[in-house]
């Protein structure tokens, strides 16, 4: 079809108001004179009669180009069509009644005016009714009606708010594509043949194919719609709607990359901090509380002494530890690092270096989750250790130089986001597989992302750059230098 | 919380000095009275540590989050010219042999070239842009050019003395009065060191390439505070410390002995006098014990395999080269020492600069760039500060073949515990003459509160009260240069 007359199809949710207020005008009118029974200007007189005369041939006209427009519309397709076939019956009801009703009129056929009118008006509210269900989604009115914030999210927390049950998906993705996404790509109106409201159906996709492609967030057409500026015209949520944040968007994200092909608890899913301090503003109950600094600092006292080893507090407020275990060596063992439980909630940085650790040991590092730095350079681990060190969600820097570890151990580690330093000297890792984990922790993309966003500031500031001239004379006293002399050493060599 | 004994000794120190104050001020009988309280053994014996025990430093929690756990200076001892180092100076190379513009030395101070006929004297060795983030390095340090990306050069270093012993003095203790303490002893003050078995704050030599000017050993005196954060000299050829073995028919346990009886002694000696140099006494007993066995390790380089040996161009581990002391200084790093200070005589190049310079770079190029890579490769750069220059510059004036010394810029480097590499800090005008007034300057108190930010440390707050002031190792200066932080 012609892309214009197409277009013009887009008129319909303009036009459709028209009919809406000119026929409950109509009705006002009727009930207002019907009440007022003056006989010059009320419901039996010449200018009553001229008044409604033109109130329903303005009513019919707008009526049949709102149906006529709508049909335009529905051409574009995109829409549930149980509903829209409901909502295309009524409004074309309409139309026709208003014709009807004026024709019943000019023939002055009083007894069957009143009865159409309300069956006019009752086909105006049906078609208006399933109209608003194909645009705002068929429980807009019900969450109005509820009386709550209408935020699904909140309700989501209300309803549960057991901490050891939140789960990704169900309880922090689907809400927010609920208010976000569903009323265009929902069960009711899925724009692009795309439904966002279950996971099977975010899956299978749209026109452009599966929206998600697990494990692959820049490979994911919705991430890609999120991700675009909000000026392209394939930015979703559209323009105008309500957007998401950034923490959302870091949500999303996260999840396509971690969690997209799994259902799986909050609580186990180890979020990168930006995405876990959203998440635990969804649902406090899940922060985990930050430890006493007093209490703290009296157990390390205490730890340390008994261990002999160093542990210094790493700030005035907070009861973040440095543990270093090196300067005792082989004398530090597996149940040494078990001793350090009373603190462990607390520890940032922990020095295990060259001391008698082993894989099985390790497995004391899961409470340690504040943990950012871990040195294991010159201990017996192996691959095997991996597995205890990829729970660690914050880790930012880790040494194992002069252990057994290799690829496969260190390929373990791609669900440590957050890690920046690898120091591998002296082990059997190869380049190659040191590429593949910084594939997997750094997203390129993102980053030739921001270069782009650096170098369209740059053009900004160019642009803002103002310079003015007034004129410059030459300055007096400036002389041609000599020729460049070399300086003697420099001679003697040539 | 119960205070750590750290503190509760501080709190007895000043406690006992306003005492003894107050006591040499009033009447004999009230001093009499108060003498019961003072040399009352158990008050005395209650607060203080057990000298024996580790310090564990006067700052229990830090004033910012701290990066470094140790500091390497490699002091290039003699005042290295930063005209043919890190400061390359085009203008200065056209200039030579002209007269020096006056304009730029009238009324200045000078060392020995006051009074004389000032030519400028161009650099005879060239630059380049060295690593990816091009920091211009002279062609004289070629392994040094590698390394590039890890260092942060300052070239506008600038000092208050103009000859060799007091400059040094004011590049470790920020004064040139005697008694003041250096700054590796202002560290373990207020940190204490990871180590127990060697002393926290080591101080190596080496010589060559240039006038060997010497080296005090006030340079590191722990001045006012109590000696047992003074700097430790080790022999840089053969054994580090000798006659650290038992005599012949002495066993480690009738040494422990005679140390333990020594020690009960010094302590009886101790309540009588409250002098806390027998303090220090005591713990250096127990630390020279323990040394008995950590030195022998330490020294024994034949842990090392050949390819380090040859990272570091090592022709003889313990040979007294600067090259042997850097693997050494690297080796004391892992073992918990604080404070290392390897001090290279031989950049003092009144004449026949170019000569010496060849000669100087031959001997600390590599292994200078060799510790930055094996501390690298090690994960250790990440928490070690390395502090690479001396004491102050030299003339972009010559004298004669050579060039005199200089105050008012310098150049040095930094590198690691969160100093950005790759950024060059500062400039100076366009002869090398002085530094920029331009928000990068650097006095060598900056370079103090710096090296203190770094540990975590405000340098305003750490503080000794001595003869009745509070004394920091800035003094009343000092600004941290935050710009150099990543």
Redo the contacts between chains.
């Keep these: 079809m012609d892309t214009f007359v197409t277009q013009l199809g887009r008129l319909h949710p303009l036009l459709v108001h028209l009919p809406i207020g000119s026929i409950f005008l109509l009705v006002a009118f009727e009930i207002y004179f019907r009440f007022r029974k003056e006989s010059h200007s009320g419901f039996e007189s010449q200018s009553g009669a001229a008044i409604r005369t033109f109130i329903l041939i303005l009513s019919t006209t707008v009526a049949i180009l709102s149906a006529g427009f709508g049909w335009l519309l529905s051409q574009e397709g995109g829409y549930e069509t149980n509903l829209l076939s409901q909502h295309q019956f009524f409004g074309f009801a309409v139309a026709g009644l208003s014709l009807l009703l004026l024709l019943i009129h000019l023939a002055k056929w009083k007894r069957a005016y009143l009865p159409v009118l309300a069956v006019v008006t009752l086909t105006l509210v049906l078609a208006g009714h399933f109209g608003g269900s194909l645009t705002h989604g068929s429980d807009y009115l019900d969450i109005w009606f509820s009386g709550d914030s209408a935020d699904p999210v909140a309700e989501a927390v209300a309803a549960e708010p057991d901490p050891a049950k939140v789960l990704v998906f169900e309880d922090a993705i689907q809400p927010l594509l609920e208010t976000r996404c569903l009323s265009c790509h929902g069960p009711e109106k899925s724009k692009g043949d795309l439904r966002l409201d279950s996971i099977e159906a975010i899956q299978r996709g749209g026109k452009e194919g599966p929206s998600i492609m697990a494990r692959n967030p820049s490979e994911s057409p919705l991430i890609q719609r999120i991700l675009l500026p909000i000026t392209e015209k394939k930015h979703m949520p559209p323009k105008g709607k309500p957007q998401l944040t950034d923490a959302e968007v870091a949500l999303f994200e996260w999840w396509v990359q971690n969690h997209a092909h799994q259902s799986i608890r909050i609580a186990d899913a180890h979020p990168p901090p930006t995405v876990e301090t959203y998440l635990s503003g969804l649902f406090p109950s899940l922060e985990t509380p930050v430890p006493d600094r007093?209490e703290i600092?009296?157990a390390a006292?205490t730890i340390a002494r008994q261990l002999n080893i160093?542990i210094?507090?790493?700030?005035?407020r907070e009861p973040w530890l440095?543990v270093?275990a090196?300067?005792r060596s082989t004398e530090f063992g597996d149940s040494e690092l078990a001793q350090l439980a009373p603190i462990a909630p607390a520890i940032q940085r922990l020095d295990l270096g060259t001391t008698a650790v082993t894989d099985k040991g390790l497995m004391h590092l899961k409470s340690m989750e504040q943990l950012r730095q871990l040195?294991l350079?010159r201990t017996g681990i192996s691959d095997a250790a991996m597995e205890n060190i990829a729970v660690l969600p914050r880790l930012e820097?880790l040494?194992i130089?002069n252990t057994e570890i290799t690829d496969e151990g260190i390929l373990a580690l791609t669900p440590l986001t957050e890690l920046r330093?690898l120091?591998a000297?002296n082990t059997r890792i190869s380049p190659e597989a040191v590429q593949a984990l910084s594939e997997q922790l750094v997203d390129q993309r993102m980053i030739a992302r921001w270069q782009a966003d650096i170098d369209e500031l740059q053009r900004r500031i160019e642009n803002e750059r103002f310079s003015a001239n007034l004129g410059e004379s030459l300055p007096t006293g400036l002389e041609i230098?000599e020729a460049?002399?070399?300086?003697?050493?420099?001679k003697e060599e040539e | 919380m119960s205070e750590p004994p750290e503190i509760a000794w501080l709190r007895q120190q000043q406690l006992g000095w306003s005492r003894r104050t107050f006591l040499g001020k009033s009447a004999q009988a009230l001093g009499a009275l108060a003498m019961g309280s003072l040399f009352n053994p158990r008050i005395f014996g209650a607060a203080s540590p057990d000298p024996a025990e580790k310090w564990r430093g006067i700052i229990q929690t830090p004033h910012f989050l701290p990066r470094a756990k140790r500091v390497i200076h490699l002091c290039m001892a003699g005042g290295p010219s930063h005209l043919e180092t890190f400061d390359p100076k085009p203008v200065l190379n056209r200039l030579h042999g002209q007269p020096f513009p006056e304009s730029f030395t009238a009324g200045e101070q000078l060392a020995q070239l006051q009074g004389k006929e000032l030519i400028a004297r161009g650099s005879s060795f060239g630059f380049s842009r060295c690593g990816q983030s091009g920091q211009w390095i002279s062609d004289l340090f070629p392994h040094m050019q590698t390394i590039a990306d890890d260092i942060c050069i300052i070239r506008s270093m600038h000092t208050e003395q103009i000859n060799h012993d007091p400059a040094h003095a004011f590049m470790n203790t920020g004064s040139i009065i005697k008694g003041r303490p250096s700054m590796g002893s202002w560290l373990l003050y207020g940190l204490g060191s990871e180590a127990d078995d060697l002393p926290g704050y080591i101080v190596l030599m080496s010589e060559g390439g240039g006038q060997a000017q010497p080296i005090s050993s006030r340079q590191w005196s722990s001045g006012f505070l109590p000696s047992r954060f003074q700097g430790v000299p080790f022999y840089s050829r053969g054994d580090p410390v000798h006659y650290v073995g038992n005599p012949e028919g002495v066993c480690q346990s009738t040494q422990r002995q005679l140390i333990d009886e020594i020690s009960r002694l010094n302590q009886l000696h101790l309540e009588e006098s409250l002098d806390p140099e027998i303090q220090t006494r005591i713990a250096q007993y127990e630390l020279a014990f323990k040394m008995q066995t950590s030195v022998p390790e330490l020294a024994d380089m034949g842990d090392e395999p050949e390819s380090i040996r040859e990272l570091y161009g090592i022709e003889e581990p313990g040979d007294g080269s600067f090259a042997s002391n850097c693997l050494m200084a690297r080796r004391l790093a892992e073992r918990g020492v604080r404070f290392i200070q390897l001090y290279h005589r031989g950049w003092d190049h009144h004449g026949n600069i170019d000569g010496g310079l060849r000669e100087v770079s031959k001997l600390i190029d590599r292994p200078s760039a060799a510790l930055i890579k094996d501390l690298k490769q090690r994960g250790m750069l990440e928490d070690t500060l390395v502090l690479w220059g001396g004491e102050f510059g030299r003339t972009p004036m010559g004298q004669g073949s050579g060039r005199d010394h200089h105050i008012n810029a310098f150049s040095v480097w930094m590198a690691g515990a969160g100093i950005r590499g790759g950024l060059t800090w500062g400039s100076t005008d366009e002869l090398g003459y002085k530094y920029l007034n331009d928000g990068q300057q650097v006095h060598v108190h900056d370079l103090h509160a710096t090296m203190l930010a770094t540990f975590g440390i405000d340098h305003t707050k750490l503080t000794y009260r001595s003869q009745g002031r509070d004394f920091r190792l800035t003094d009343v200066h000092g600004h941290v240069v935050k710009g150099i932080f990543s």
Aim: aromatic share 14%; charged share 25%.
């Design positions: 007093e600092l009296e006292n160093s210094r507090p790493l700030s005035a440095e270093s090196r300067l040195q350079d820097y040494n130089f330093s120091y000297w230098p460049e002399p070399l300086p003697e050493a420099a």
